[in-house]
Each structure stands twice: as C-alpha cells, then as structure tokens.
C-alpha cells in the first residue's frame, strides 16, 4: 500500500507529517485531508474575523499531490 502524509496549518501552526498513514488509494487520502479540516477548525476558533485551516497531501516520495483549505469567517452583523 503507498504511503501518504498529511501536514496541516491552522495560521499559528504547522505541523509535517513524518508517519504517514498507509492507503489504498490517494482517494482515501484525499478523504482523510477533508475530515481533518473541520476537526481542526472547533479546536481552534479565530482569534479574529478569520482563519484558513490547510491539510495538504504529500505522497512517499514527498511530492504535494492535494490541497485542501478550510476559510472560516466570522464577524458581527450588529
């Protein structure tokens, strides 16, 4: 099975993935980098008006195969 990883950025953070996770497919990666967003937006909430919550996927020779990017936007209407 290949080998992907998934590293993640939150505004604050980044975090690079060095296990990896072991798929059938990079379908299934791309399933887990689209769960992982809002997983990770209700952890941490923006400290302003927004917030681009990313998981990008890499495969075992390293190269980016996904992106995904979560924009949280949040403001006052009154």
Not at 29 to 57: S, Y
Request: aromatic letters at 10%; hydrophobic letters at 35%; a negative charge.
């Amino acid at each position: 099975m290949p080998r992907f990883y998934l590293d993640t950025s939150d505004g604050d953070f980044k975090i690079t993935d060095h296990v990896g996770y072991d798929f059938a497919d990079r379908d299934e990666a791309r399933r887990l980098a689209l769960d992982t967003l809002p997983d990770m937006a209700r952890d941490k909430m923006p400290d302003g008006d927004r917030r681009d919550f990313i998981c990008n996927v890499r495969d075992e020779a390293g190269k980016p195969i996904f992106t995904a990017t979560l924009s949280l936007i949040a403001r006052w209407l009154t």
